[in-house]
């Protein structure tokens, strides 16, 4: 039990060291969200389609801005340990490995992916989209980011020996990130025509288990190979 409890705890600090060292670096997560809020509600304005339309395309648009403006911060989920030397600590600390790294992506999610699912049902006003169409989209963006940030964890791992490696770790995520793409945008637009939007849910709830399955162990043999 106490092994279990030391555990937990090893967690749960990891994920309020990161939420709290989140206010030094405020730019890093509001520049991204900025953006998404801006693009998402600035597209509408410039294509000249009904509202019925305009409704149609919203769900793919704004899982697309919201998957590039993302992108933004995976390059520093563990650029800051490395830089201050907290990723020593981690690597040399009694906690497992995989756990930390897998605290460090719930943080990355909770200040970087849940912030875009919380606007989301207001960005959609702009898209002439029911509320009932919007909370959906919001569930997809819900296990999508968390998807994308278990992913991009792998990413950030793999490139943090690279200097600028925004872009390599961008041409290695966004492929993995289509098929979320995909079932994300496609699930709403079902939904908005009347019919189950189940199957897309389970398609991306498999798909964030899968990646939950074993991107902290692959996240934390990156962190231990790069180190060496």
Known sequence: MNKYLSIWNGFTSTVKRDCLLSKKNLTQFLNPLLLFILVSASFPFAVNLNESNL???????????????FLLTLSNL?????????????LLSPQPLPIL???????HWVLSG??????CPFVAIFYQMELDDSLVLALTLTIGTFALSLIGS??????????NNSILLSLLVLPVTIPIL?????????????????????????????ALSFSPFVSAAALRIGSE
């Open 101 to 107: 790294t897998f605290a460090k992506t719930f943080a």
């Open 114 to 119: 849940l912030p875009i699912v919380l606007i």
């Open 55 to 69: 409704s149609t395309i919203g769900p793919g648009v704004i899982w697309v801005i919201a998957i590039l403006s």
């Open 182 to 210: 995909i079932f994300g945008a496609k699930t709403v637009v079902l939904y908005q025509n009347g019919h189950t939007s189940l199957s897309g849910l389970y398609f991306i709830g498999a798909y964030c288990m899968f």
């Open 78 to 90: 563990y650029m800051h340990d490395l830089d201050d030397g907290c990723l020593d600590y981690m």
């Open 154 to 163: 792998i990413g950030a791992a793999l490139t943090l020996s690279t200097k």
